[in-house]
T-cell receptor, first 116, second 113 residues
């Protein structure tokens, strides 16, 4: 498997624009997580899905953020409108519920977002 | 909720041994992970502890004491490539009803010659 695939790797946009981040989890994994990482706050969980269903979105900063998982192989995180304080690295991770797999999370390479 | 504490930064010499500590306070504990993250890269899995004791994997070992809410990651025979951030993550019952990990802020390890 190619691992968790995120796109784009880098995104530079202007304040007020819509940003869409994409993630393809590892095939067969049943959990998908979206994280945001900054120097100030570390790695923060935004939302996670189980079998394509959003389970907990309490980490989503505000209504400008939304996430979807229309099928088992694709998820998006959308920010509309974007603001400079949204600048961060956004990671997607997936895991498998299994005693052997231990729910280890596998992370994508991340999307580095800069909002000017 | 959780409270996970690890040192912000540590330095060590190539070839030496370093121990990175992690303390946590949580209810419904269901495992502790250590991840390594090189600058500009994604976190990668290092170790997992769910029972008390030491898990050894090559140069890296991880220890857990559930009663003390304490874990450490031990790195032996340090190499320059071990310079990275080390993240402690504790899994417990989240508000969504699933066991999910929460990450500490990470410990930045600098290995010098």
């Amino acid at each position: 498997d190619a691992g968790v695939i995120q796109s784009p790797r880098h995104e530079v946009t202007e304040m007020g624009q819509e940003v869409t981040l994409r993630c393809k989890p590892i095939s067969g994994h049943d959990y998908l997580f979206w994280y945001r990482q900054t120097m100030m706050r570390g790695l923060e969980l935004l939302i996670y899905f189980n079998n394509n269903v959003p389970i907990d979105d309490s980490g989503m900063p505000e209504d400008r953020f939304s996430a979807k998982m229309p099928n088992a192989s694709f998820s998006t995180l959308k920010i509309q409108p974007s603001e400079p304080r949204d600048s961060a690295v956004y990671f997607c991770a997936s895991s498998l519920t299994d005693r052997v797999a231990k729910n280890i999370q596998y992370f994508g390479a991340g999307t580095r977002l800069s909002v000017l | 909720g959780q409270n996970i504490d690890q040192p912000t930064e540590m330095t060590a010499t190539e070839g030496a041994i370093v121990q990175i500590n992690c303390t946590y306070q949580t209810s419904g504990f269901n495992g502790l992970f250590w991840y390594q993250q090189h600058a500009g890269e994604a976190p990668t899995f290092l170790s997992y502890n769910v029972l008390d004791g030491l898990e050894e994997k090559g140069r890296f070992s991880s220890f857990l004491s559930r009663s003390k809410g304490y874990s450490y990651l031990l790195l032996k025979e340090l190499q320059m490539k071990d310079s990275a951030s080390y993240l402690c993550a504790v899994r417990d019952l989240g508000s969504g009803g699933s066991y999910i990990p929460t990450f500490g802020r990470g410990t930045s390890l600098i290995v010098h010659p």
